[in-house]
């Protein structure tokens, strides 16, 4: 096993599952784990139940700490967890991985040398690539070895990847990239319902901001292209940051649950401290071993995911753009959804009822987020009442 990441500090990484995903994490770490670095230290949660395969599958390790809860955490409770736990708070350098991920052997020697080297570099990510559109040249050109946990995976590096990509540049292959360095353009925008249209169906390509779809971001991976692409946004599944940096924010904001935005709000945040955030155009993970972002599609997965995305979408503005109006937010929302389903599954609004579905959901993920800001500032007043509390002391009478 070679390419392990070989300076001098220590790499706690996060990884979260659910009991029904033994398999596909499994896959995952055996991924992670293959390059052998002995700085390493995963925490593996399963969130909302047990999981006696994983546990047997991960105790002989050293370098593997697991734990059960459940009570399903959520994504950003989950994470914020595991960041309490004692080797991630003596660690370096924290990662987060996704359990639907394969990753290449040398997968955190470039980040981890990008926030080394550069002291206002906030967060770092791979270039994150389809599985399913890159399973062809995986199974061309990988090797497949039998890796720390038994499993049998093709084995690639980031510069096999980035040598195929020079040579095969399509936009299908991408999937996340990060956004727009200006976070405001990205998810505060002003423009008008038309130009929500125009850019659902990417009339505009090289202005999108969703830098996955955006040409002049896809070049950068030709010959002589820059290794970093400047983004607001790091895609959460893939974030790689110092343990300082994390404790200046204050941690993962627990309120994004059970998912969405929560890696959003952590990117911003870094920026409006005074980072700037990059996706590295040499290094890679590619997303998506099993379905389910796409059952999230489905009929049956359309009420959950918007109801998740609009609540998120109000958090967001709540805790980085104050003077958005509540209605402005709520009316924002719903033609957010009226167009994704015009522009891009007109059969789910016209013919199975999408559309009520949709915007009910939108209604009621508005009025979530209001609920947990609402819990949150009560929190906050009920600790402020007891630290007064604390320090007003009776005084003895005569």
């Known amino acids: 096993m070679t390419d392990s990441v070989d300076l001098d500090i220590s790499i706690c990484c996060l990884l979260l599952t659910m009991p029904q995903e033994v398999d596909v994490t499994i896959q995952a770490l055996d991924s992670l784990l293959y390059s052998g670095d002995r700085n390493l230290t995963v925490l593996v949660l399963v969130n909302g139940g047990e999981s006696e395969a994983l546990r047997q599958c991960v105790q002989s390790l050293d370098h593997v700490q697991f734990f059960e809860s459940p009570e399903n955490l959520g994504v950003a409770g989950g994470r914020a967890f595991l960041a309490q736990q004692g080797p991630a708070k003596k660690a370096d350098i ?24 550069d002291r206002k570099t906030g967060i770092v990510g791979a270039s ?5 559109h890159m399973k062809n040249w995986l199974d061309t050109n990988a090797r497949v070895e039998t890796g720390p946990l038994g499993r049998r995976l093709p084995r690639f590096g980031n510069a096999d990847v980035r040598e195929y990509l020079q040579n095969n540049l399509k936009k299908e292959l991408f999937s996340h990239l990060g ?6 353009q990205t998810y505060f925008p002003r423009r008008t319902l038309m130009d929500e249209v125009n850019r659902r169906r990417d009339r505009n390509p090289d202005e999108n901001v969703f830098l996955a779809k955006n040409p002049k971001a896809l070049r950068q991976y030709g010959n002589g292209g820059s290794t970093l692409i400047e983004a607001s946004n ?15 924010l204050g941690g993962i904001r627990e309120e994004y649950s059970p998912y969405g935005y929560e890696d959003v709000d952590f990117a911003i945040s870094a920026q409006r401290a005074g980072y700037r955030n990059y996706t590295l155009t040499h290094a890679f993970s590619l997303h998506g071993t099993d379905d389910r972002h796409h059952q999230r599609k489905t009929i049956s997965g359309l009420w959950p995911a918007t109801r998740n995305v ?21 009316t924002n929302s719903i033609l957010i959804v009226i167009v994704d389903l015009i522009t891009i599954s007109w059969r789910l609004a016209y013919e199975t009822g999408g559309l009520f579905l949709r915007i009910s959901a939108a209604v009621f993920g508005f009025f979530n987020a209001q609920t947990a800001i609402l819990g949150k500032r009560r929190n906050a007043q009920s600790i402020q009442d007891h630290e007064r509390g604390e320090r007003i002391q009776p005084r003895e009478t005569e």
């Open 310 to 330: 609009v609540k998120a979408y109000t958090l967001l503005a709540h805790n980085h753009c104050p003077w958005q109006r509540r209605p402005f937010l709520l």
């Open 179 to 184: 956004s727009h360095p200006d976070w405001m």
């Open 94 to 117: 924290i990662a987060i991985i996704d359990n639907d991920l394969l990753l290449p052997t040398d997968y955190l020697k470039p980040l981890c040398a990008q926030l080394m080297q």
């Open 128 to 132: 994150m690539l389809d599985y399913p």
């Open 234 to 248: 790091i895609a959460g599944c893939t974030q790689v940051f110092r343990r300082e940096l994390y404790d200046e």
